[in-house]
């Protein structure tokens, strides 16, 4: 099974044009004017002294190679002089202060010289991933090699100093990253000494190494291939699990590929809210244990569910299944989603699925903020998200010989070696795709969301199949219509409580739609909802009738014998909330 | 209103006979033997020095001053030489080390001896107090009054270092207790200057004093007349409140009692558990905001427990009114009963609603021991449970012109100044209950239960009145049938559950009874309750059938997609939670 990459898959309409525009036009100027300010950029100037403003923090490499990174998915179809620019100067200003021997980090530079590759909590090697992902991404849009020839250099010497040295202070790195950057640099390059660098990081972890901090929120517990829960630090979890399924495709690992899906397993049936966001606690942003998904102080932070959405498409080449899709989806239009404001500007690092009433969050419990941030102290939200949306076409096929799978809806073109497929759809606002297809007979496999109930025709593995006969057309409707979804007892937080759900959207009620005390809402099951368009959100905002609670001065009654008053009740989509006011949210909602 | 206390109402049979028996003859012997082993008892001779084993803490005083006024209220009908020369080898010691100014301190006296009075937080007052309580306590028994006098010459030393020189290093303690055993000590001495130190110690509380850590948790923030909200340490927020209302009452305090009266009606409906529990945070054992109630984390001290009956008994004086009363029973057969097990011998501290499967306790998370212990390091629990239940007679009557008032239902005889009272009833397993009066005619009012739904007859603030011509007989029946309660919906974490009573006594499902994951069964409403009589409680065991989730792995579905199996399911009394094994435990369950 091979990837289709956003290279060769071109969104063109519907949600995500719109999302990639958005990104385009608003949020990449947005993140880059916050990182100038912050000293982000200025910083790769590599020129800051003690006693001056803005110091430089060891992640801010990160920060701007991930919108770097951005830039070159952006550019290959909307070529934009200042945004290229942009990159070339800072590419500049890294080539001038790469060191002789390849070495490139401004905090290791400019703050503490000394202390290079002394500790593996300094994200060190994953600051240098991402700019190894920014430079593989550079050359795959512009084809000019100069930025992914420095990245090799300094890959080489991270192999000198880790592997063939061993003169760092450390194994493998506290933040897993450069693993993935070193796959994509071996997929570009060819040198089978950067897939060898990630066998060697991957085979040391968990192999009694000196610790700083705490072994399990860094992987470090236990060998990889014996990992079968996912644990610790959810992004560095999911980075992780990124690398060991590339490892285990490219080099046919049966361990690694046996770990990654229980690893996937434990996640999806243990760990994930409905919104497919995961790491429930800001303890180490991390995962706990089993059936432990609060929703109040949901972490969930947007760089991890992104980081499932890039474990799960991994996944999909190992082991074809539609539940990587269907994961997939979930985490686009929920748990990630929510991550950016509708107007493109600010965003959610956690992505909490309830706000309780102000006045009734507990002292020395630690909440998520309510209102989107612009930038944040340590920033690397964003410029992930900038990168997710403008390389969203990465996620819609993969093709094999026996021909082309489709796993998620977006108005596209796919230009094929030999072929051009066409996606017409409006999805998830209907559940129509249509496919026009030009090229050579073959086999079109159409992943059947997981959500959906009612399908017409045969499913195998997730997935119906449509031979096409030379130029063809393919015409799939999935029946969308809102679902009351029920969690797991096991969850004891979401008990007695359900989710609306309209196709692969979670929704949500806001205080600024049905007054204060939103907890004190329960919808009529039987009223049916309505669904109305409004220009807010691509999909439709969701009436129905319901009721409320009327009293909250008794606190215990019999069953039923609360007084209540019949109520009209919006829902709208999860990812929209905290968009218009501070307020309440509540995703799960007693319904009677 | 008069307060008819434990001197004059003797409990004869049924429940609360049976619960003093237990106290009697196994509590009271178990906390005393702990007390001894770990040095507690040794320490009242005041020989401790640096380097011997059991240091002394600074608590350790009203420790055995609970258990000393334990075995005063016992011997008034159980004559016991044991217990009681125990206690007269208490006051002999500390007659022995009682100070020539009168002081009287163990930690005070043999550990920091230059750091007298010097800190709120140091409980020494707190100790003064249980000391008091118990002199009096022991004075209305057997009629000797070397302690009490003791213990005066304590409280005009007090006088003197707080009121008269001012020369302490506080104005008011930061544990309250002094004040409502100086009320005590002014009934039955008369003497006006004790009631003149507990309005000082009220009066100057919240001031703008110094304070040596939290202000709130220890009510400091705000003037008492000003506290219209139960704050900070539970324990010590009703003992304050308890003097609150004792002074209301004798000194016709109007701003004292509407303090009271709202104090009270923010606890009951916004901070108080179905069990009576209240302070649901163990950060400072304390109340933290409205509508912050959780099960599974949920503190809940015993002692807390203890002090909003103590409380609620104090503002039935001050205001006829059943709901009173209510609390009171809520309390006596639920959040203070879990207290202790049921051979009497070890204890609960914390009095969760729910305990879960031991494999879903979240890392960083405090979670209350499932198991009771013999003693803590804190002992303050054990010494209140075998006090309050010995004189649990304090709470069935009060009287004043009009008539006599029945509060609580307890087979019992209350001995009149001119009249017998003797009430016959196997409350709480029937709401039966039968009065037999002999003397001059009055009136009978009798509390009808706010759980109660069919009693015949007019209610009026809660009580039912009987005209009592002469020697006479009064039937009530209160119907009793198990009721399925709903919390309201601003406890967002009761949401969609319920809560089984019947009549005061709240009902749990336990682990041993159910199988694992308890949270995976929803009871069948409409299957109704079978009642069985076991030996092992004195009210019935609830069974009911209902279904078990049989699919773990699905976090999510359509709403009623789990599949489940019917299955039958039992009840048992919350309080006797943890009795048989360590396990699950379930008080809020999903009903369908």
């Known amino acids: 099974m091979k990837k289709v990459t956003y290279a060769s898959c071109h969104i063109t309409g519907g949600f995500w044009a719109n999302m990639q525009k958005l990104i385009r036009e608003t949020s990449m100027h947005a993140v880059y004017n916050r990182f100038d300010e912050t000293g982000r950029i200025g910083a790769f100037r590599c020129d800051w002294k003690e006693g001056m403003d803005n110091k430089p923090h060891y992640y801010w490499d990160s920060d701007v190679a991930k919108w770097m990174e951005s830039v070159a998915y952006i ?51 994953y600051c240098a991933g991402h700019l190894i992902e920014a430079a593989v991404a550079w050359y795959e849009t512009t084809g000019r090699d100069r930025f992914l020839h420095m990245m090799c250099r300094y890959a080489d010497y991270i192999e000198k100093v880790f592997i063939i040295d061993g003169s760092a202070g450390y194994v493998t790195p506290g933040h897993e990253e450069i693993e993935l950057a070193l796959v994509k640099l071996y997929d570009v390059t060819g040198e089978k000494r950067y897939i060898k660098m990630v066998q060697f990081f991957l085979d040391h972890r968990g192999y009694n190494e000196k610790n700083e901090g705490d072994s399990i929120n860094i992987q470090a517990h236990k060998p990889v291939r014996e990992q079968y829960t996912a644990e610790g630090h959810a992004v560095r979890a999911m980075y992780l699990a990124c690398a060991m399924a590339d490892v285990a495709l490219r080099m046919g690992d049966k361990n690694l590929k046996f770990a990654c899906e229980k690893m996937f397993e434990n996640i999806i049936n243990q760990r994930m809210y409905i919104t497919g966001g995961i ?16 929703n109040i102080t949901a972490y969930t932070e947007t760089c991890a569910a992104i980081g499932l959405a890039l474990f799960a498409q991994r996944m999909m080449l190992l082991d074809m299944n539609g539940v990587y899709g269907d994961v997939i989806e979930k985490v686009l239009y929920n748990g ?132 096409l006969q030379g130029d063809d057309r393919v015409d799939v409707e999935f029946p969308i219509k809102p679902v009351c979804m029920e969690a797991s007892p096991a969850l004891g937080v979401d008990c007695g409580r359900y989710a609306v759900m309209r196709g692969p959207v979670v929704y949500c009620l806001e205080e600024c739609d049905n007054g204060k005390y939103v907890r004190d ?72």
Chains 1, 2 share one sequence.
């Open 75 to 125: 550019i290959r179809k909307y070529p934009n002089q200042e945004l290229e620019e942009a990159v070339e100067t800072l590419i500049d200003q890294i080539e001038k202060n790469q060191g002789a021997d390849g070495y490139f980090n401004i905090y290791f530079t400019v703050v503490m010289p000394e202390k290079r590759f002394s500790n593996r909590d300094w994200h060190e090697l």
């Open 279 to 294: 790491g429930s606690s800001a303890v180490g942003e991390a995962f706990t244990v089993d059936y432990d998904l609060p």
């Open 336 to 467: 990630f989603l929510s991550g950016i404001s509708l107007d493109g500007k600010a965003f959610f690092y956690e992505n909490p699925l309830e706000i309780p009433p102000a006045e009734q969050k507990a002292p020395g419990v630690r909440y998520p903020i309510t209102k989107r941030l612009e930038v944040f102290r340590c920033s690397c939200c964003p410029p992930n998200i900038t990168r997710f949306v403008s390389s969203v076409g990465d996620f819609l096929y993969t093709v094999d010989e026996k021909g082309i799978y489709c796993h998620q809806f977006m108005e596209s073109v796919y230009e094929g070696e030999n072929f051009t497929l066409m996606m017409k759809t409006d999805y998830p606002h209907s559940g129509k795709v249509r496919f026009d297809y030009r090229g050579q007979p073959t086999t079109l496999f159409v992943r059947v969301p997981g959500w959906c109930d009612g399908f017409q025709g045969e499913i195998k593995n997730g997935y119906a199949s449509f031979a």
């Open 521 to 592: 809402i329960a919808l009529y099951e039987s009223a049916g909802f309505t669904e109305i368009d409004e220009k807010d959100f691509y999909v439709p905002v969701l009436k129905t009738k319901g009721y409320r609670r009327a009293n909250r001065a008794a606190l215990y009654v019999p069953k039923d014998h609360y007084p209540y008053e019949e109520v009209d009740i919006t829902l709208i989509p999860y990812h929209a909330f905290a968009n218009r006011t501070e307020g309440e949210m509540l995703v799960w909602v007693q319904v009677k």
